[in-house]
């Protein structure tokens, strides 16, 4: 009903790790910016996301463009991470340089895991083999029945709850704005480019550039067209919260065992992770979920079962049909994506913010990078008749 | 601060199962009673409990006198539940007469209980011997593992967080008041009698009977000479509360196997239970427990792993040096107690209200029928120099 305008430069749709990061970095380099999360901000799936920054330790065959744009993002952490906690005043963000270790119990893990090693010294990454007793001289809390383990110094971790509120915290300090429980209902075209969006409740916001980041629920934003939307399905992921009331100590690096983890917090706090799961916009907790967590978890580091219950929660990571994320400019003109980050949103924040950061403001060539080759939104869509091929 | 008083002829103190029960039933026989919630009515152990009536699966050897007391108050529960319903104006507090299976999974589980059919027989209790095909036949949720099950059709459940509101209503319906946010500070005494409470915040209530029914809580009130105080100690107990998205039907009857069970609400609805911890007044929850109880019960039962969590939680239970309640009056005239209960507040509250509104109305031989004689509260105080042995 309200017919209120504001305007900025740009609005970025979606109050989580990735549109806060890219909130902050334009609103820093000059244009103005309206962020509008339709809860509060970090209340989606960055919520629940175990902040692991993991592009060596999740390394997957075929999909090499995700292991450059992780490992990009990787080097340009400690960076954002130092300019953020000046930006915003927060104290810490948990950014620990942990490290991982990867871990088999059985002669058939340990085979994989020997492929493992294989494959990240094909890339030239830095991994070190290690026998059952030097992995459990380094991390005295693993589980005795260890057969092999790798270490991987350079993957680290971040506490996402403590970052999104110190990028909003940032968006503010740089003069942008961020307004909570503002959803959109659509993207307002002015013939065929962007001019703005409407929200829910009916007032208006005019800006020539619009970023959606609004996750698994970018699809329900209206306003574009069907053809050019994205394929964007919800992955669920359960995770369990613990601490120990014996204080920091258990293990000091995320330890992995296939898609079970356990992430440290560097003060007596865990996170147990995670399954995937197509199960559509459901977030219940279930008994089998959380009985495969524990089970895997305390396999790896028995002392896992004096640990405290603080949290069970599951989460909507954003999926695509090839497991990359969707960044860049839309085919419509003004209109950018930042979506499908799937597992790791909180790892691609920084390059994802630089890379829409470079769009937004024109730069030459940023929509044409080697990283944005295989991440930009017309490959999931077919060229209109006439186009060029 | 205060000097406002109140004055009834009984002081319930505590809100849970136990102390609603015997409120009501005084209530309902005349007596003005004022009940007194430190906290929310069922705030306490009740809001934890599983809520199973179940004196036959319970019976353990040399505790005799639980067997009489829980069975008298397993025949009252009928009538005591449909009292309720009627006094209160409640649609159900969740009372199934569902029966409960003893299950084992093994020879060794088979011949324990072997050895369990052959006490209860002993004590002429209704159980039968199924074989395994017949007890999935009878529960098809049941794993294909199973090895031998009893039948105890006579041990029932009911929801505890649906009687204590009810009770709370009945309390009301028959002339009592219940205050909750009402912690009591001490018992006040006039000479060697009773002459009612002095709560936290100053106030007085008069009465010249008073009821401790504050479970583990009880030790705290003051006024009572140490030597008269009641050795109680908190037993902790882990349960999860879980529903099945796909409505009821995985098991009707409760699933017992050693220390753990799941017991069906009869809605979809389910409650698996539960530790027994010595741990002080410690209510934390914990990962080695959640794994346990989602391991026990996916055993006997698979389909629990597709259960939704819906709550994890720990109680309190008021655990005595010989494991009976302690029902009674005190050696100070006017104090009663009705603590001590364990694992069978829930069970025992309508044989609790009974004796203990017998002993309020001071009707013949109320503190010395056979069932009383092994709860009363004496038993843990050696006798006064010159006292009749």
Chains 1, 2 share one sequence.
């Not at 960055?46 to 090499?64: D, H, K, Y």
């Not at 829910?200 to 698994?216: E, H, K, L, T, Y």
């Not at 089970?295 to 695509?320: C, I, K, Q």
């Amino acid at each position: 009903m309200s017919e209120y305008r504001a305007a900025a430069d740009v609005v970025v749709i979606g109050g989580g790790a990735i549109g806060l990061s890219i909130a902050w970095r334009a609103s820093e380099r000059g244009l103005r910016v309206i962020v509008l999360e339709r809860d509060r901000v970090g209340g989606g799936t960055s919520r629940v996301a175990a902040g692991m920054l993991a592009p060596i330790a999740e390394v997957t065959p075929g999909e090499e463009p995700l292991l450059h744009l992780g490992s990009e993002s990787a080097r340009l952490y400690p960076e954002f991470v130092a300019g953020l906690l000046e930006a915003s005043g927060a104290d810490s963000v948990g950014y620990t340089r942990c490290g991982t270790l990867l871990v088999a119990r059985d002669a058939d893990e340990a085979q994989a895991l020997e492929r493992e090693l294989e494959l990240r010294h094909r890339f030239g990454l830095r991994v070190e083999r290690l026998r059952a007793s030097e992995a459990r001289r380094r991390e005295p809390g693993l589980a005795p029945s260890l057969r092999l383990a790798l270490d991987v110094p350079d993957d680290h971790a971040i506490d996402p709850r403590a970052l999104v509120p110190a990028l909003a915290a940032a968006v503010r300090a740089a003069g942008g704005e961020v307004r909570e429980r503002s959803g959109v209902d659509r993207v307002a075209l002015a013939g065929d480019r962007v001019a703005g969006v409407v929200l829910a409740d009916g007032s208006r916001v005019s800006a020539d550039r619009v970023v959606i980041a609004a996750g698994v629920w970018s699809p329900e934003i209206g306003g574009i067209p069907v053809e050019l939307q994205m394929p964007l399905r919800p992955v669920k992921g359960q995770i369990m919260r613990l601490h120990d009331p014996a204080g920091p100590g258990l293990v000091a690096r995320v330890i992995r065992m296939g898609p079970s983890y356990i992430a440290p917090r560097g003060d007596g706090r865990y996170v147990l992770g995670a399954t995937s799961e197509e199960r559509g916009f459901d977030t219940t907790v279930t008994a089998g979920a959380a009985f495969a967590l524990l089970r895997d978890a305390a396999e790896l580091v028995p002392g896992v079962s004096e640990l405290v219950v603080d949290e069970f929660a599951a989460g909507l990571r954003p999926g695509t049909p090839d497991n990359l994320p969707v960044v860049g400019r839309s085919e419509i003109p003004g209109l950018h994506w930042a979506v499908g980050h799937r597992r790791s949103g909180i790892l691609l924040a920084p390059v994802t913010a630089q890379l829409v950061t470079a769009s937004l403001l024109g730069e030459p060539g940023a929509d044409a990078s080697p990283l944005t080759a295989a991440i930009g939104p017309g490959r999931f869509h077919a060229a209109p008749a006439g186009s060029p091929a």
